[in-house]
């Protein structure tokens, strides 16, 4: 038996159930609930990922059904008298993050040990996860996506760059009949012209100079499989022409080939551009747009889903702690920042985004101030570490003096001998200070940050600093 990724969830108690539901939702989970006497015919169909059932329920008839199902995991929703192997654990009120997705966990296990767990189901897959949100934009993405799977219809997937066209590519793909042939991507825009068409279709061994062998096209290297065309409009007009001939005959010759060779490829195809608007203009043929765009599914931009932005987060950080290259953490301020900034780059943007977080801060956390100046949306004050004045004179005599980082004072202000009539070493050392910053300022053409680099230090202490002194951005 197949193991679905969904969870089954019965509840006679309608208020408990929908913070239930609201909660497995939120955590990207796909959720179905059922009646108790339609409990056994669901049960008998599939394996579930789990299965949340009242602890009441669980001691009056249902217990039986738990026996029979003993391979399936079963959470208790409160307290139930019930022991059984396959009783994973108890969700308990208020339902917390860490205790549900602790338990989830668990059963995960539970199905792991007691084997017999067949890969996902054709209906659902891991890649889909990769559609991470709660929006409505994405739901329906996820809905056209099952819908057309089945089928062998060409698609067309249009959206914004970085948008993740190739994820739902890949997820018709892997849905579809085809999914144990190859999946073989090709960057249409990323080809030179005179090139697209042999590594489109292969070619015979001397058709061109430089053709020592024979070579497969990706067409034939898909054969079984999905041909992912991404940014079809930038394919240039030659090869519209014979990726035209291809959908409707279904056949093609390799470059100086003349025996026709057949094709069974599921073509999909994604764009950045307005193909119609192209099609004004005569950049792109009406006839392939028609064949192409048999199914279109427009992938939403992030600004137009800023609801998802905390799942993505999660899901992103999850990905790179699992590829082993580093751990770090949001605060809620600082996803409040992110979810005000307008995204151009899209998901993409987002992904750099937090690669770029975990070098920076590693295993830490990252408020609204760690993140990169145009990612700062939300006003927050900046925690700032008291910093007695003896010390800062010490540090500072310390760097003066230390032949680690030594400190280059002005000739002309600065003498490295002491007066005989001596000095205000506190009043040379501010107005020293005081020189380097302005320096710094000026060299950074007033944008603290910069100078702040410049003078090794972090912004907020260099904002005391100015602010100690007087000293404004302009000096």
Known sequence: ??????????????????????????????????????????LAGQRYRAVLVAGDLLDGDLAPLLARFDRQPVLSIGETALERPNLVGRLEQPFAYGQVTELLHYCQVFQRVRHEVAPTSPNQTKLFRSLVGRSESVAHVRHLISQVAATDASVLVTGESGTGKEVVARNIHYLSAQRDGPFIPVNCGAIPPDLLESELFGHEKGAFTGAISTRKGRFELAEGGTLFLDEIGDMPAHMQVKILRVLQERSFERVGGSAPIKSNVRIVAATHRNLEQMIERGEFREDLFYRLNVFPIEMPALRERTEDI??????????????????????????????????????????NLVERMVILCPGGMVDVNDLPMKYRHVEVPEFTVEYPEEDQERDMMAALFSGDEPVEIPEQRFSNELPEDGLNLKDMLAELEVDMIRQALDQGQNVVAR????????????VEKMRKYGLSKEG
């Open 451 to 462: 100078a702040a680099e410049l003078l090794g230090m972090r912004r907020t202490t260099l």
């Open 1 to 42: 038996m197949q193991t679905d990724q969904r969870i089954l969830l019965v509840d006679s108690d309608a208020s408990r159930q929908e913070q239930l539901l609201f909660l497995l939702q939120f955590l990207g989970e796909e959720v179905e609930h059922t009646a108790v006497d339609a409990l056994e015919s669901s």
């Open 310 to 351: 905390p799942l993505l987060l999660n899901e992103l950080v999850s990905r790179i702690e699992g590829e082993g290259k580093g751990m770090v953490r949001f605060t809620r301020r600082a996803i409040d920042s992110l979810v005000e900034h307008p995204w151009s780059g899209n998901v993409r943007e987002l992904s």
